[in-house]
T-cell receptor, first 112, second 111 residues
Framework: DGGITQSPKYLFRKEGQNVTLSCEQN?????MYWYRQDPGQGLRLIYY???????QKGDIAEGYSVSREKKESFPLTVTSAQKNPTAFYLC???????????FGPGTRLTVL | EDQVTQSPEALRLQEGESSSLNCSYT??????LFWYRQDPGKGPEFLFT?????EEKEKERLKATLTKKESFLHITAPKPEDSATYLC????????????WGLGTSLAVNP
């Protein structure tokens, strides 16, 4: 079955540690996205990539980094510079030339 | 500034009681209007894309409509399994294809 996978589902991190969230898709989509979702707030875009080896900052990129070395993979690193990293993180993908995004199941990150 | 506003924030219905969710938008050159369903602790599930005023799309008990200022998600004879948060988003005429998100409507359907 084609789809988007995110791992792990739950992640715990100590303050001051970097952590990497995985996002893989087998939909053959060119574009991939990372969002953050907090209670009472809409989805906020962190980073997006429309093609391999290229990515752009979204609205809240500070304290995050990404890479896009393969079409199927778009990992997100939450660095120690992110002041409030506890949140639900969502990865999405879309076909280039269309706007419809398809989402993975999400990773809940908790900083202890 | 482009904006998407959803109302009500929360809605409680009895099973079989039809209703509508509203998504009003102020977007420079609407390119697409999107509806998603999100269950607690899960990623949003795509429902519909609407592109032009007057367009309608249906899926089971759900029907989405679009005017020049707003979109409605009509739920006919809802069942408890329709309980979820429904999210609305829009894209504008720019080239970045970024979705502008509303805050969602939390729907609870009581048996």
């Amino acid at each position: 079955d084609g789809g988007i996978t995110q791992s792990p589902k739950y992640l715990f991190r100590k303050e001051g540690q970097n952590v990497t969230l995985s996002c893989e898709q087998n939909l053959n989509h060119d574009a991939m996205y990372w969002y953050r979702q907090d209670p009472g707030q809409g989805l906020r875009l962190i980073y997006y990539s429309q093609i391999v080896n290229d990515f752009q900052k979204g609205d809240i990129a500070e304290g995050y980094s990404v890479s896009r070395e393969k079409k199927e993979s778009f990992p997100l690193t939450v660095t120690s510079a992110q002041k409030n990293p506890t949140a639900f993180y969502l990865c999405a993908s879309s076909i280039t030339g269309t706007d419809t995004q398809y989402f993975g199941p999400g990773t809940r990150l908790t900083v202890l | 500034e482009d904006q998407v506003t959803q109302s009500p924030e929360a809605l409680r219905l009895q099973e079989g009681e039809s209703s509508s969710l509203n998504c009003s938008y102020t977007v420079s050159g609407l390119r697409g209007l999107f509806w998603y369903r999100q269950d607690p602790g899960k990623g949003p599930e795509f429902l519909f894309t609407l592109y032009s005023a007057g367009e309608e799309k249906e899926k089971e008990r759900l029907k989405a409509t679009l005017t020049k200022k707003e979109s409605f998600l009509h739920i006919t004879a809802p069942k408890p399994e329709d309980s979820a948060t429904y999210l609305c988003a829009a894209t504008n005429a720019g080239n970045n294809r970024k979705l502008i998100w509303g805050l969602g409507t939390s729907l609870a359907v009581n048996p």
